[in-house]
């Protein structure tokens, strides 16, 4: 499978769910945030990874497309699924898989984590649900939580 194969089944599963595309990202706004999908090619192999955010609305100032790293948000899908699969395998273009065992993959991994990660991510509520079940948070990012949570309207913890 080539990389706009790959890219072709990505699309296909975002725009299915209501994400819109630009470059190698694809986004989705909620009231409170907008999220997205970033596919992030490795410098040193065919591996891609895919990388999920989220850019709180209070902080976008209008921005309908915030750039990966510049959200508030961010984390990486795993090496390892839900159900030991090896991700890194499926995303690796270079991995001896048969194109219909890696589309298939891809669509799993879409639908099984990026898109459920990416729906809790388009809340605040979410957003700390999905920091509480990471108890290796760092300092930047319980600060980040902090900041997030100051401005909500609601002020929820």
């Known amino acids: 499978m080539d990389k706009e194969q790959f890219k072709k089944i990505v699309h296909s599963v975002m725009k299915e769910n209501g994400f819109r595309r630009k470059g190698s990202s694809w986004y989705k706004s909620t009231d409170e945030c907008i999220v997205l999908l970033n596919l992030q090619h490795s410098l040193y192999s065919s591996l891609y990874y895919i990388n999920l955010a989220c850019m709180p609305q209070k ?31 499926i995303t690796d273009l270079e991995t001896d898989i048969n194109d219909n065992e890696r589309e298939s993959g891809i669509i799993h991994i879409l639908k099984d984590y990026c898109l459920p990660t990416l729906d809790k991510l388009g809340s605040i509520k979410g957003i700390n649900q999905f920091y509480s079940e990471k108890p290796y948070l760092n300092d930047i990012q319980r600060n980040i939580l902090a900041v997030i949570n100051e401005f909500h309207p609601d002020n929820e913890q």
Not at 59 to 80: D, M, N, S
């Open 59 to 89: 902080f976008a100032h209008g921005e309908l497309y915030p750039k990966e790293p510049c959200c508030y948000v961010r984390t990486r899908i795993p090496k390892q699924g839900i159900n030991g699969e090896n991700y890194h395998e």
